[in-house]
């Protein structure tokens, strides 16, 4: 018998969406990002299964330590970079790349013995993100003081973020490219722009190396999309089953609150997840669930261990029955619609009882 609630993921469909990546940037190096236990699918897992990319970013170093540990070689970008002398030795010895992107970085990289082993670092440009990243009047001479230290691997590579490529008639994208690349023209050093976003939504965008992120799950950056619109295949799917059926009089309500109330008599099945399991609480009464592969709207609040749903159009349905909460089949896109929120929250969400297992794929 299956698990309450389980996750299958296909691992294939993580490497078929490598290689959409690769299709919408056929001259770029990939960097995968696999930060945060990839999404929430497992970092060694994904990291594993996307061994043909050029190198990952995460975003912190514990996390690059773990992944250099388990034997990977690629380069490794850690995002956030350091904070201390301890995090920065813990880079060198693991040989992970930094993202140097304030003033106290190049702080404590000038109190490192000539000798030292030379670190490969990222030095980031604000171009208006606003979070991390050196200002352009403040670049060039972070970049100077980075030149002088011989404990620093030349060139240096250059790197900025974009805020809004999920929006495509938003002209800031265009901005911040023009702004990066004259700022850093002449400039050696290998480059890095496009997150998925602004791989798909940007496609002459000119660097060396891409950053695909939520794209390598099979999710899409924009709004009112999916994964499939632009080739890709969800890597997570969330499932669980029917625990309880049970008919209401129609002016009943279901659930804390009494938020829905049943306009006719209704056939209401109760499906073993909810928030503990990382099924947002907040999703809306609506939200469907598939149930032995047949949509159903969500029905009241989502509890800790439980969601209902109304079954008046499957009156067949029966304790035990398969249900999934987003997959193949059910864009995780969708569910994020009705809880207000984004594919990575949820992906992200799941909590630790939920059961993860391996799908090799169809």
């Not at 989502?302 to 864009?331: H, N, R, Y």
Request: charge should be neutral.
């Amino acid at each position: 018998m299956s698990p309450a609630a389980y996750v299958k993921l296909d691992l294939q469909a993580a490497q078929h969406n490598l290689r959409q990546v690769r299709c919408y940037a056929p001259n770029n190096k990939v960097m995968a990002v696999i930060k945060a236990n990839a999404y929430g699918h497992g970092i060694l897992r994904l990291a594993n299964a996307l061994n043909e990319a050029d190198g990952f970013a995460v975003a912190r170093v514990d996390e690059g330590v773990r992944l250099r540990q388990a034997g990977f070689q690629q380069a490794i970008l850690v995002l956030q970079g350091f904070v201390c002398q301890d995090e920065l030795q813990l880079m060198l010895n693991n040989r992970l790349d930094a993202m140097i992107h304030n003033v106290t970085q190049i702080e404590i990289l000038k109190q490192l013995p000539p000798q030292t082993a030379q670190l490969k670092v990222w030095l980031k440009m604000d171009t208006g993100m606003n979070r991390l990243g050196f200002k352009v009047d403040d670049f060039q001479a972070a970049y100077q003081q980075l030149s002088q230290l011989a404990t620093i691997l030349k060139p240096i590579n250059l790197i900025t973020h974009f805020a809004n490529a999920d929006d495509l008639l938003d002209d800031k994208t265009r901005q911040q490219l023009d702004l990066f690349n004259q700022s850093v023209a002449g400039f050696p050093g290998e480059r890095s722009i496009a997150n998925s976003a602004g791989i798909i939504g940007w496609p002459n965008i000119q660097s060396d190396w891409v950053r695909p992120g939520l794209m390598l799950y099979g999710c899409s950056p924009f709004a009112g999309k999916t994964g499939a619109d632009f080739g890709l295949k969800p890597v997570m799917s969330l499932h669980s089953r029917l625990i309880a059926t049970k008919t209401i009089k129609a002016g009943e309500t279901v659930g804390y609150g009494g938020s829905w109330q049943a306009s006719t008599n209704t056939l209401v099945g109760v499906v073993s997840i909810g928030y503990g399991d990382g099924y947002h609480r907040h999703t809306r009464s609506g939200a469907p669930v598939l149930v032995n592969g047949q949509r159903a709207p969500l029905i009241g609040r989502v509890s800790m261990d439980m969601i209902t749903v109304d079954l008046s159009q499957l009156p067949e349905a029966k304790i035990g029955d398969p249900v999934t909460l987003w997959g193949q089949d059910l864009a995780v896109e969708e569910i994020a619609h009705y809880a207000d929120t984004i594919p990575y929250t949820l992906l992200c969400g799941i909590t630790q009882r939920v059961e993860i297992l391996e799908s090799s794929g169809d």
